[in-house]
């Protein structure tokens, strides 16, 4: 089975700070790095060369807006994801959207197979992120359309199985990504409901139903 690697092109104001920095380090935005394991690839002074040579060869991007965004591509290493599988729900375009972007969720997603990954800032070294421990444990991932704000509420409410209780969950907040790790086991078929929220009113629910469950989301 072949491993696909992606390259982040796009998302947000990426890659910061922008402009031509060849000696600066190339990192994903702190909102994505719990959606796909990262990838550091050192490169030379040869290879920065190389690089900021091609892209000089592309003279209709020279525009001030499209050149400042490509110089800043030419960085001290390449960086690659491999995402996480995630069980999706559908798009949510059309629905009705809430005036404050840091209430309305935008997607709501499963990893079933992630490992958690607990890294350390080490500044000396060259690859920021070192993996300190790694330990079995699926994810839920909820998007929203602003960033997370403290004075606003954020829930997940899970229902499996036959069992009429439910488990109430507070996610950590990551800028507009919300992220929570999932109660193992969780038996099919199961509805995982993320809510937003100010005070007592509940302003933004958006459910993802596993019919089939995690346990078959592996396989």
């Known amino acids: 089975m072949p491993r696909v690697f992606e390259v982040l092109i796009h998302y947000g104001e990426f890659p910061r700070p922008q402009g031509f920095n060849p000696s600066l380090e190339l990192l994903p935005p702190p909102d994505l790095l719990l959606t796909a394991r990262w990838y550091y690839l050192p490169l030379s002074q040869e290879m920065r060369q190389r690089k900021w040579e091609a892209l000089n060869c592309y003279r209709t991007q020279k525009l001030p807006l499209t050149w400042r965004f ?50 350390r800032f080490e500044p000396e070294k060259r690859q920021h992120f070192v993996q300190t421990s790694q330990t079995p444990q699926g994810q839920i991932f909820i998007q929203l359309r602003g960033d997370s704000n403290p004075h606003f509420r954020y829930g997940i409410r899970i229902a499996h199985g036959a069992s009429p209780a439910s488990t109430l969950l507070t996610p950590l907040r990551h800028g507009k990504t919300l992220t929570a790790n999932l109660p193992i086991p969780l038996n099919s078929p199961a509805v995982i409901v993320a809510f937003t929220g100010y005070g007592r009113h509940i302003l933004d629910v958006a459910p993802l139903v596993l019919t089939e469950g995690v346990e078959n989301e592996r396989r």
């Open 70 to 119: 490509l110089k800043s591509f030419v960085r001290s290493n390449e960086i690659f994801a491999e995402p996480f599988p995630l069980t999706t729900q559908s798009d949510r375009t059309g629905e009705p959207r809430s005036l404050l972007a840091g209430l309305d969720i935008t997607q709501i997603a499963l990893s079933a197979e992630c490992r958690v990954r607990e890294f």
